[in-house]
């Protein structure tokens, strides 16, 4: 049985339960608030445009989070946590009403040592940055809503970004240390989790806990420099990204590729990406910006712009059109567009990337992004897909996965459904331990769905 907000809800008196916790209840920002970035999905438009809070609270504080914990489990109230609601799979959407738990305001950087932060899941990764930089540390990964997206938000519902081609992804052992977690039992309590298990919490769209602080690693700071290079050819683009992930010896940051017609969507490009021109978008180091070169000589590649490290960040970043802000560029010329997710296993010659893109044309158009898996670089593609039918997308999912390509499902609100493929019995134990009413998120993790109802 799913959680669904009480129908005869008194919210008036739910409020005074809470004391100085600050309450939102205007419809129209309860309603922004109770939104993401769903409507990347024409799947998800229809299954979650109508989805809202009752009431939206924003605690500056452990001590308030439990308060409002506590009010919420005495009046079964469905609880929906919210960073800086950036994702795209309807994760921090209430899908029975309730309360949505607005976690912006606690954004305290509470402590930096040698290569690890102690931070509030509030605190936007940009600014976890700016205090971080000057000591010679920062974020190891982050997306391509660097500026907005919190960190939170990023745990529980990202995978990966811009500097995963160094670091691999998020669920990677040591790519988060420990985690604060209020749990929503009877006598709400605080547990902190350290080493393999902060896996119970790791991407789990806050279904099984509030997080509270957060102790993440940090890596060396580079001076990064953008770098555009464009191609004639596609194949010759993308094995190009293949061997410059495989160098390690040059630093790099982002491998982000891009097959034609996709460079034609980034407007404020436009003077680096001629008509026609398939591109690599590219974050390396200036110290190996000598020997990239003469990669890009090798592959025929042409540097159309090479901005250093110092005038970096004074404009739009480069990575603001990489990952799904690809996406979101795309969709501002053609809202009919849509796209896939879709991780080709390690195959350094690219055959089956090489057949997907020759198979579906510009039906599917073709965007990779290098990262890590297992210690072999490997694309993920990210393409943009001319949307006709739910039927017709759904059997270019089919045709992937027939052919060998795993597909991270980004039509599908449901955690196990997207990219994990298979409930995870450690996340639905715990959650069984600390919201045995099953109030977190309720609706959105298909294990406890099952063990509710089995």
Avoid at 278 to 283: C, E, K, R, T
């Amino acid at each position: 049985m799913t959680a669904t907000a009480p129908s005869n809800m008194d919210w008036q008196r739910f409020i005074e339960t809470l004391g100085e916790v600050e309450v939102i209840r205007d419809r129209p920002q309860v309603e922004k608030l109770s939104k993401d970035y769903y409507h990347f999905s024409p799947i998800l438009q229809t299954q979650l445009a109508d989805k809202t809070a009752d009431l939206v609270v924003r605690p500056q504080s452990e001590a308030e989070v439990l308060a409002v914990a506590k009010a919420c489990v005495a009046a079964r109230v469905p609880v929906t946590v919210r960073g800086a609601g950036t994702g795209n799979y309807g994760q921090c959407i209430p899908l029975n009403g309730g309360v949505i738990l607005d976690l912006s305001r606690m954004n305290a950087v509470k402590w930096v040592k040698p290569g690890m932060a102690c931070v509030e899941p509030g605190a936007k990764l940009a600014a976890i940055d700016k205090v971080t930089q000057p000591q010679g540390w920062e974020l190891r990964m982050y997306p391509s809503t660097y500026r907005t997206a919190t960190i939170g938000g990023f745990i529980g519902g990202g995978s990966g970004g811009i500097g995963s081609i160094m670091y691999g992804q998020l669920r990677d052992r040591g790519n988060l240390n420990a985690v604060r977690v209020v749990t929503l039992e009877d006598d709400p309590q605080v547990i902190e989790l350290r080493g393999d298990d902060v896996q119970q919490v790791n991407h789990a769209y806050g279904t099984n806990g509030i997080i509270t602080e957060l102790e993440i690693p940090l890596g060396p700071v580079y001076p990064w420099a953008e770098v555009i290079v464009t191609f004639d050819d596609f194949m010759t683009a993308a094995r190009f990204g293949q061997v410059l992930g495989n160098t390690d010896g040059l630093i790099k940051k982002l491998i982000s590729i891009h097959a034609a017609p996709i460079p034609s969507y980034f407007a404020s490009l436009k003077a680096y990406l001629p008509d026609g021109c398939h591109a690599a978008l590219l974050m390396v180091a200036e110290p190996s910006m000598e020997l990239f070169q003469e990669l890009v000589k090798e592959f025929g590649g042409t540097i159309t712009d090479h901005k250093p490290a110092e005038e970096t960040g004074k404009k739009t970043l480069l990575a603001e059109f990489t990952w799904n802000h690809t996406t979101l560029h795309a969709r501002n010329v053609d809202p009919s567009l849509t796209y896939l997710q879709t991780l080709f296993l390690h195959d350094p010659e690219l055959q089956l990337l090489q057949h997907m893109y020759e198979h579906f044309g510009d039906e599917v158009m073709m965007h990779l992004e290098y990262f890590r898996v297992a210690g072999a670089v490997v694309p993920a593609a990210l393409q943009l897909v001319r949307f006709s039918t739910p039927e017709r997308l759904q059997e270019i999912i089919e045709y992937h996965e027939a052919q060998g390509a795993f597909i991270a499902n980004p039509h599908t609100y449901i955690l196990e459904d997207g990219g994990m493929k298979q409930i995870d019995p450690v996340q639905v134990n715990f959650k069984a331990q600390v919201d045995p009413y099953g109030l977190l998120n309720p609706g959105k993790m298909r294990g406890w769905l099952e063990r509710t109802t089995g």
